[in-house]
């Protein structure tokens, strides 16, 4: 099994900063990407940005593009999400997910692993 835990969320004002973290631990394997989805009251679970193993390729969702950075530490199997500029539509609990083979999408039915999420709330 692998264990996914989310940290950094919390309240914001408009155009505020924060930093997403998401730890891996368990199971030991050799290549995965990492990828960021959120969800708001009463709407769906969308992608918000992924990386590959290497870090090399990214994917970012067109609301956050130039706002969020999505980046990783491999030793320390964690990936963070650095939220600039932040908006009260990035509203909303924060997951991150693991895809076991490296390549990374913006699908969330095709990543393996998921964490419990944190709660990101940006007041007007």
């Known amino acids: 099994q692998v264990q996914l835990v989310e940290s950094g969320g919390g309240l914001v004002q408009a155009g505020g900063s924060l930093r997403l973290s998401c730890a891996a631990s368990?199971?030991?394997?050799?290549?995965?990407?990492m990828g960021w989805f959120r969800q708001a009251p009463g709407k769906e679970r969308e992608f918000v940005a992924a990386i590959s193993w290497s870090g090399g390729t990214t994917y970012y969702a067109d609301s956050v593009k130039g706002r969020f950075t999505i980046s990783r530490d491999i030793p320390k199997n964690t990936v963070y999400l650095q939220m600039n500029s932040l908006k009260p539509e990035d509203t909303a609990v924060y997951y991150c997910a693991v895809r076991l083979g490296g390549r990374p999408t913006r699908l969330a039915s095709e990543y393996d692993y998921w964490g419990q999420g944190t709660q990101v709330t940006v007041s007007s």
């Open positions: 368990g199971r030991t394997f050799s290549r995965y990407a």
